[in-house]
Structures are given as C-alpha cells and as structure tokens.
C-alpha cells in the first residue's frame, strides 16, 4: 500500500518540500488562523496543514487536534498529495480506499476528511490543508470551494516566506560579495609579508572597523639601501575613493622613496603628487614616514609627520617618548614643506608608528591624546616587535569606530 | 541612532559697509556624516551675494575627526577662491587638537 502513495516526481517533490524549508518551524500565526477558519467555516473540529516528509507528515498547525506529526504510511494527507484537486472522503468506514486504514478501523475513528493539495507554482504538491471529522458528513461545492481558496492562501503565504528567505540570502550574498571586494582590495594595499631588515625586528597589524568597506589606513616596509622605510598612513574618508588614494600614495611613496634621501623630501613629492592627482575628489592623507638606517649599537631614525600622530619609542629603560615634528596632512595644498626629525635608537628600544584609528582604539572615541597608548606601551620594553604587536591588539577596545594599523620595529644587535 | 547628531545654521549680519558678514555656527559631531551638510552649507554662504566674510563657528564641536577637517578645508578654499575672508572661531578643544594634530593650524584665520 505504501508503495502505492510514493508519487512518481517524489525526489523532486521532497526537493520542493526542503526548499521551503518548513519542516519543523515553530508554529506561527498566518497558519493558525488559516486552520481555525477552515475549521469554522466548514463546521468541523480539526483542520491541519500538513507536509508531507519523506517518511512522515508534519503539521506546520493543528486546529483541534494535539498531535504535531504521524507517519507517513496511514496518513490521508499522503494519498491527498498524488491528487492535483482535493481529495474527498466522506464516510471512512465504507470507503474501499480507507476502510482498513488504522486511523479509520482504530480508536480515533476519522470518518470525513477533505484535503486540498498545497501545489507550488512549479507543480509539486508539499501536503495539504484539510479538514477532518469523526463523523461522516457531505461536502458542498462551495465549502469545497473555500477549502480550495483556503489552501491557497497558506501555499500563496509559504511562497512569500520562501522569496523572504531568497531575498535575505542574496543580501548576506551580496554582503559576502562586497567584503570579499573590500577585503582583496585592501590586501593589495598592505605587503604582503614584511621583508626582512638588518638590525630591525618587525611587525604589522592592521585591523578594519567594518568588514564590508575598505579602510583607509595602510602600512608599509620598503628596504633602501641603507636600511628600510617605514611607513604608516591614513587616508581621509572610506570606501573605494579612499582606497584608490591609499593606493596612490602607498605607491607613489614606493616610487619616489628610490630617489628622495630624506623623508620630508618624499612627503613633499607625495603631496605635489596627490595635488595633482586628487584636484577633484578633495582628499588628503595622512602620513608617517620614517627611514631607518641600523648604525653600530642601534638605528637612525629620520621621520617626517604628515599631519600624522607621532610615533612613539619605548626606550630600553622604559621611557616612553614621542618623536617627530608634525607638519600638514598631505595632498591638500601645494607647495607645503615637511620637516625631518632625527633620533637615535638604542638596541632594544622599539619604535611603534600608528594611525589615529588605533589611538582611539585603545583611548577612546576622538581622543587625540597618545597617554594610553603610552601606558600600554611602558611595560614592553625590550621586548620582541611581535610581543609589542600582541599587546597593542589585546588593548584594542571593542567599540572600533575606524580601521586601525600599526607598525612595530624592535632595534636589535645586528650581530 | 536616532536624528543628526549635529547643526548647521548659518546667521547673516546687517550689512555695513556695503558688504554681508556671515556667520555659521556648527554644533554637533562634525564627522563622516556632518560633512556633506556642512560643506553644502559652507559653498551656499560663501556663493552668497553680497558675502565679504564668513566666520564659521565652532565652539560648541564637540568631536571632529577627518572628515569634518575636509569641509572646513573646502569652505576655506571656496571662500579664497571668491576672495572672502574665512575665519574660524573656536575653542580649545577637539577642533583646535585636530587642526594641531593635522599640522594645519597655521592654515586658518581666526575670529
């Protein structure tokens, strides 16, 4: 008998079933009234709509009866689904097709039972709206028709949520989609692994505030021939038009770092650079640029500021200070000049260039004041530019209302 | 959030002299989201006929970040191109702590 109910499209039709991924859902109003007033309008004590599983009928609502699912094998609602039309039995107990069906012949005792097939607009029947009754009793046309129009309503509400859920999913697509895009085109703004530098332990980190929107923060290491550049900037504003001028300058920096000996030189080439370049879109960065040249016993270092926070040194000794002279952001006006600022480092004191981002990842929103970097920064005297990095990433609030990137250089012995 | 977190109102002064003294007076958070209202505003009082001067007030910023330096940049720039005096009237400060930490502060007039 079982064999008998299984309709020739089943594996497309149970397809169907999980594609409106209905199975098992909590119950939920849309159906329940949808059961009741078939109840009521039809004068009987149950109405159900059911799916039906592979292996069972499930009952997305009960009206007036407290079962949620049976199996498959004596359901009516299995032999209701191989009909295009309703399916109709008005006396159970002498209906050939149902008479030795166990919830006709056993203690339930079902005797009328009109079922409405749920068929999706592609032709697969997911299960039924019927209604049941313990009495035998006639259907008229125009209940008939209200059962019909009934059934309709719930197949018409489970393609709404099925489009709903289709709708949902190509927005987090599509978010996935946009993330993907910012997350590559921000890789192709930041190195892709920091070269090694003589004398110079070093890390990077770059954090973004929002997943889906590339940042405008980069770093880099580029090696001259006395040591390395180091660079961390911002650049002003977000999305693809800050990207494409991080781009520009991450670049240009590269470019003209080859030429230029001193970094407020190569700031100043930037800027006519960015000028040019950037007539229309009005933006600047901001930038720290500091080359770094290993001499015996630790490193020179020479840096300009664009407009950009001052790094600080953690000294040996644990001193923390600020180095650098802050001249303008870069790319705005022409002609500006950009000062040069020379310290030496000593073997283990570590220097740490940042964008504003992280300053107010770990001091707060629109803070501009270094203090609590510097107070992370006291403890981790000599130690490794990895460990300083780590330090700096745990002390990053949660609350990251920008992108924020850092670049650590340790001094050590160059023996 | 709910409404702008910022103001733009721009007050116009009894005309002497022949000429129209602007002021505009910014409160708020001039960031990301203040900037485009507040670079509108800035064009429209420096296109203003009749406009010699425009001071953009300031003092009641209470966060600006990058953005927000962008506008002020912009109405300064569109008001040196028509040959209007911009100043701007500020506070210690959030303002006056960006525009050192910008290196800029040597970029403004003040009123």
Redesign the interface.
């Known amino acids: 008998m079982t064999i008998d109910l299984i309709p020739a499209d089943e594996t497309e039709r149970l397809a169907a079933v999980r594609r409106y991924d209905v199975l098992d859902t909590p119950p939920d109003g849309a159906f329940e009234r949808i059961t009741a007033m078939a109840a009521r309008l039809l004068g009987v004590p149950i109405s159900i709509v059911s799916i039906v599983d592979s292996d069972r009928i499930w009952f997305k609502s009960h009206h007036g009866l407290d079962v949620e699912q049976i199996d498959r094998a004596p359901g009516l609602c299995a032999s209701a689904i191989l009909q295009e039309g309703p399916w109709l039995v008005t006396d159970a107990s002498v209906d050939p097709r149902t008479l030795a069906n166990p919830l006709v012949a056993g203690d339930f005792g079902l005797r009328f039972y009109a079922g409405v097939p749920l068929r999706t607009h592609d032709g697969y029947n997911l299960g039924t709206l019927c209604v049941i009754d313990q009495e035998a009793r006639e259907i008229t046309d125009d209940e008939l028709a209200t059962l019909t129009d009934l059934a309709s309503l719930v197949m018409d509400e489970l393609e709404l949520r099925l489009s709903a859920r289709r709708t949902v999913s190509l927005e987090a697509e599509l978010r996935r989609g946009a993330e993907d895009v910012a997350r590559t085109l921000q890789e192709s703004l930041l190195p892709p692994e920091l070269p090694p530098v003589r004398g110079l332990d070093l890390a990077a980190r770059y954090h973004v505030a929002y997943r889906d929107q590339v940042g405008g923060d980069f770093y880099d290491v580029i090696p001259t021939e006395t040591g390395c550049l180091l660079v961390v900037g ?1 650049a ?3 999305g693809t038009k800050a990207a494409a001028l991080t781009g520009t300058a991450r670049w240009t920096l590269r470019t003209v770092a080859l030429h230029d000996g001193m970094p407020g030189d190569a700031l100043a080439r930037l800027n006519s650079v960015l000028v040019r370049a950037d007539a229309d879109t ?3 960065v ?1 930038v720290a640029l500091a080359a770094v040249r290993p001499v015996d016993e630790g490193a020179e270092v020479t840096i300009a ?3 950009h ?1 001052h790094p600080l040194v953690v000294r040996a000794d644990g001193t923390v200070d600020a180095i650098g002279q ?4 870069v790319g ?2 022409a002609g500006t000049a950009y000062v040069d600022a020379t310290e030496l480092l000593g073997v283990g004191d570590v220097l740490v260039l940042f964008t ?1 981002g992280m300053l107010e990842a770990v001091a707060g ?2 803070e ?2 270094d203090t609590a970097v510097r107070d992370v920064l006291r403890p981790l005297a000599g130690r490794s530019a990895e460990e300083v990095a780590d330090a700096l990433d745990a002390a990053l609030g949660t609350d990251m209302r ?1 992108d924020a990137a850092f670049l650590v250089a340790a001094v050590v012995s160059r023996a | 959030m709910s409404g702008p977190r910022y103001t733009v109102r721009t007050e116009r002064a009894v005309p002497d002299q022949g000429g129209a003294a602007l002021r505009m007076v910014v409160t708020g958070e001039l960031d ?1 989201l203040a900037e485009d209202d507040v670079a509108r505003a800035l064009r429209e009082a420096v296109g203003q006929a009749g406009a010699t001067s425009v001071v953009l007030d300031l003092t009641e910023v ?2 600006i ?3 927000g ?2 506008a002020l ?2 109405g300064r720039d569109a008001a040196s191109a028509r040959g209007l005096s911009f100043a701007l009237a500020v506070v210690d400060g ?1 303002v006056t ?2 525009l ?5 502060s040597e ?1 403004f007039d003040y009123a």
């Open positions: 911002d002003c504003g977000k009005e933006r600047y901001t500021l664009g407009g926070p802050t001249s303008p952001i705005w006006q504003d929103h629109g501009t004041d920008d | 990301l209470g966060f970040d990058s953005s330096l962008r940049l912009q959030p702590r960006l050192a930490a910008a290196g800029v970029w």
